[in-house]
């Protein structure tokens, strides 16, 4: 299979996906994945989908507490109006 993204071939491989279904985000583990060698897109197959969708509407799956690491670009917007030396280059 070829990435849809940049083309390039894909690899099959067993793992841990994350996902984002109705801005909801989910960790899927031990699920068999597509993954892009060039730019690491990953793909779920129509049959891994499926049962991932169904599972997520049945409210098939155990709620966990993990620690993701979290960034905040408030201040970088802020200083970003404010700084001088930016303007100057503009
Ligand atoms: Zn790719």
């Known amino acids: 299979m070829k990435c849809s993204a940049c083309h390039m ?4 491989k067993t793992g841990e996906i994350d996902l984002r279904v109705n801005s909801r985000l989910f960790i899927i583990r031990n699920i068999s994945y597509e993954e892009c060698t060039a730019c690491g897109e990953k793909i779920l ?3 891994a989908a499926q049962h991932v969708y169904d599972d997520i509407k049945n409210r098939n799956f155990t709620e966990e507490t993990i620690k993701i690491p979290v960034l905040d670009g408030t201040e970088w917007s802020r200083q970003k109006g404010n700084n001088p ?4 280059r503009l």
Do not use: D, P
Not at 9 to 12: A, H, K, L, S, W
Not at 85 to 88: I, S, V
């Open 9 to 12: 071939e894909m690899c099959n």
């Open 45 to 47: 197959g129509a049959k």
């Open 85 to 88: 030396g930016l303007n100057e």
